[in-house]
């Protein structure tokens, strides 16, 4: 049976060599650092955001108050050039405003520390994990080009191995065509094979394979030989 290259279902799936392993741990190892970078620069966001909060309650009140203060100026201007009443309700408005920014601000300051200090945390983590990233995005050529070296190596051990058993069967095909053409030449029934042909044995070559182990004369003294010996195995030949 000639030998084939396709794998059937109950194959077992072939065998990962140890580049290949390590390409694909470190790949594997990649994509892990990007869901993780991303995870860690959503969080990033919200503390950013929580610290913007934070300090926008911290600065409502002083804010406030600086406006409180320019209204009752305003006021109290009106009040000693006219003498008429003037219409707080700005006024209350914005005294009712600064006590809800006073209660929202009780613990902004503590809370811009705290967010300030996640951030830096976090900021830390996320420039940790970039060169973490570029050490292994780094590697990933090196250990491609290993691993298809590794492959290679398996591959040319298959090719080699086909092109053996493609040689014996060569072989075998055109020493059962010289036996024919033997016996055409002794019983002149010129009825020939052409085991001729075997001479012009062309294989297909892979750059660093080895040549032929055995020169066209060779090639044809051993169809000779294994001629004769079917030649002799079928009782055709003394």
């Given at each position: 049976m000639r030998p084939t290259l396709t794998l059937r279902k109950n194959d077992p799936a072939p065998e990962v060599g140890p580049a290949a392993a390590a390409l694909a741990a470190n790949r594997q190892r990649a994509d892990?650092?990007?869901?993780?970078?991303?995870?860690?620069?959503?969080i990033a966001a919200a503390v950013q955001a929580a610290l913007v909060d934070a300090e926008a309650k911290a600065a409502a009140p002083g804010a406030l108050r600086e406006q409180i203060e320019q209204v009752e100026a305003g006021i109290q201007a009106k009040?000693?050039?006219?003498?008429?009443?003037?219409d707080m309700g700005p006024l209350t408005a914005l005294q009712a405003q600064l006590a809800i920014?006073?209660?929202?601000?009780?613990?902004?300051?503590?809370?811009?520390?705290?967010?300030?200090?996640?951030?830096?945390?976090l900021n830390k983590e996320i420039s940790q994990l970039h060169?973490?990233?570029r050490d292994v995005q780094g590697r990933i050529a090196t250990l491609g080009v290993e691993a298809l070296w590794e492959d290679l190596a398996t591959k040319a051990a298959a090719l080699s191995a086909a092109r053996s058993a493609y040689v014996v069967a060569h072989d075998a095909a055109f020493a059962t065509a010289r036996a024919i053409d033997r016996v055409a030449e002794e019983t002149k029934s010129g009825r020939f094979a052409n085991s001729a042909a075997a001479g012009a044995l062309c294989l297909p070559m892979v750059e660093g394979m080895k040549e032929l182990p055995y020169s066209a004369t060779e090639h044809w003294q051993r169809l000779e030989t294994a001629a004769v010996a079917l030649l002799r195995e079928m009782g055709l030949h003394s």
């Open positions: 892990g650092l990007v869901i993780e970078l991303a995870e860690k620069t959503k009040q000693e050039l006219t003498g008429a009443l003037v920014a006073e209660r929202e601000a009780a613990g902004a300051p503590r809370r811009v520390l705290v967010e300030t200090k996640k951030l830096e945390e060169a973490v990233q």
